[in-house]
């Protein structure tokens, strides 16, 4: 059987301390609407956040690839092979680990660390990325890279929100509780005396 719209308001009414109760106190009036409160809240900061950390990380993002345009690479001879099997989705699942290896730039031969796939064989031709002041760097970021990277730090940014406004809700129930007992004691030691001294 299906509420009438009268009978929905009036729970409604009464979860959010809307019902006239005159045993209703301020701090209970508070708390019921905490939770309302707390999404307005969220909804009221998520967009702003998630947006700001949008532009944030665009231009992060925007400075890395202008770095990256400066970078030249070269071929590197692999000098042992790399640990951890090489996985087969096209390169997808591949992590990556840092071996020796050894390149030639402008006629001088170069050793050290560069990343790799893991898996990748030793004697192998790999593409070493070098600085402008000839430092070994990480691979440059495809765009999907570049957005996956600005989409999880909005998504960190959201829950961030929500774990912060789920915290100062909690904060806030914590002392309205803290405040319900006070009074309840304040006025057991107002009646109980009378009680007692009745019986």
Partial sequence: MMATPTTTWRRLARRLSRDDNPLRRRCDVLEAWLLPAAVVV?????PL????T????RADNAAT???QQSWRSVSAVLLQAAP???FTDHGANTWTVWEPARWTVAGRVHTGSI?????????????VWLDSRGRVQAPPLTPAQLGDAEDG????????????????????????DRRRLAGWEAEWLAVGPVWSHQS
Avoid: C, D, K
Wanted: aromatic share 6%; no cysteine; charged share 5%.
């Fill in 153 to 176: 730090a909005v998504l960190v940014s959201l829950v961030g929100v929500a774990v912060a406004v789920g915290i100062l809700a909690a904060l806030a129930r914590w002392i309205l």
């Fill in 49 to 52: 956040v998630a947006g700001l």
């Fill in 115 to 127: 990343p790799v796939a893991a898996g990748s064989a030793a004697g192998s031709a790999q593409t």
């Fill in 54 to 57: 949008s532009m944030w990380i």
């Fill in 65 to 67: 690839q202008h770095a």
């Fill in 42 to 46: 969220f909804l009221a900061l998520g």
């Fill in 84 to 86: 951890g099997p090489e």
